[in-house]
């Protein structure tokens, strides 16, 4: 299959491609780099220069693909949600969404599927109700931001294309994602449970990612929403109980959240809310986790990176 990747340097993308590419996939990678990497041709990749936001000669790359997966995005954690900063995260997502639609209207031979990236966020806080792919989006920024990313995505079956929306849990690996700022102070023995801890998270192994969205590629039944997280999701302070259980540590000292707000304001809602989100499509078209437990998961992890 001809494959069409933004996001490829991703953290979910680096994972994704070596796993394309074993499975004798020919892959493009949009990439704002001017030049592609040194080892781009010995990996058997081609690179295409984008603007996710401006259109431009990269557009006619989606011609002729039989699949466009769309993971690029700015990075929701980490910075405060100021108006520009909501701004650049709009158009990341939502303008990125739009211009990878119109390439496909454009094309003359048009792909037959697009995976694009969401996130369970699109439910905003659940409390304790439980979200499967027919839940409405909830009202907070986040929930809103995914609604408006996947409504733009979803015009593409305008084009009679197989629009995958792959809401996406909080992703578990030591190179990126949460887990990543977690492991040294949990290591040191520093940590413990965000919050009231009562949040639900809705993880996820990397490992599991790229085998979901690997799986889209030919399953007919996949289509519109579908929850790519594990089936056995904990709430937090069960998550950190878990790490510190994995990392033979103590997780006794909590993050307050008020201290949250006071570092990243409204961005501390993407830590301090949960989702308790089923991926029932996924177990329902036959897909089978790797790591459907959480222990099993972090001690995959934690073993690789001790």
């Known amino acids: 299959m001809k494959i069409l990747l933004s996001g490829g340097t991703g953290f979910i993308g680096r994972a994704l491609v070596p796993a394309l590419l074993a499975a004798g996939h020919e892959l493009t990678l949009l990439s ?3 030049s592609p990497p040194a080892d781009a041709a010995a990996s058997g990749t081609r690179y295409v220069q984008w603007d996710p936001l401006q259109e431009g000669a990269w557009m006619q790359a989606v011609n002729g693909k039989d699949c466009v997966i769309h993971l690029a995005g700015e990075n929701v954690v980490g ?5 520009s900063f909501k701004e650049r995260l709009v158009a990341s997502r939502v ?5 990878l639609v119109t390439a496909i209207e454009r094309a003359a031979t048009k792909p037959r599927i697009l995976i694009s990236g969401s996130a369970v966020g699109y439910y905003g806080n659940t409390e304790d109700r439980t979200a499967d792919e027919n839940s409405s989006a909830g009202e907070d920024f986040l929930a809103q931001l995914c609604l408006r990313w996947e409504e733009a995505a979803r015009k593409a079956e305008d084009f009679a294309v197989r629009v995958v ?4 849990g909080l992703v578990l690996e030591r190179d990126g994602g949460p887990l990543a700022k977690m492991l040294i ?7 413990g449970p965000v919050g009231s801890g009562r949040q639900w998270f809705p993880w996820v192994h990397r490992a599991d990612v790229q085998r979901a969205i690997v799986f889209a590629l030919d399953n007919q ?3 519109g929403p579908c929850n790519l997280v ?4 904990v709430r937090q302070r069960e998550f950190s109980a878990t790490l510190a259980r994995a990392l033979r540590r103590p997780a006794f000292l909590p993050v307050p959240a008020f201290a949250l707000r006071l570092l990243l304001g409204e961005a501390a809602d993407a830590l301090l809310i949960g989702q308790r989100a089923q991926p029932t499509k996924l177990i329902e078209a036959g897909f089978r986790f790797q ?11 934690v073993r690789r990176s001790s």
Do not use: H
Request: glycine content about 8%; overall charge positive.
């Open 32 to 34: 704002r780099r001017p």
């Open 79 to 83: 910075s405060r949600w100021t108006p």
């Open 95 to 99: 303008r990125s969404a739009e211009l």
């Open 165 to 168: 929306l792959a809401r996406i």
């Open 185 to 191: 102070p949990f290591k040191l023995g520093l940590g």
């Open 221 to 223: 039944q996949l289509s």
């Open 230 to 233: 594990a089936p056995a999701i």
């Open 291 to 301: 790591f459907p437990a959480l222990d099993g998961a972090l001690e995959d992890i």
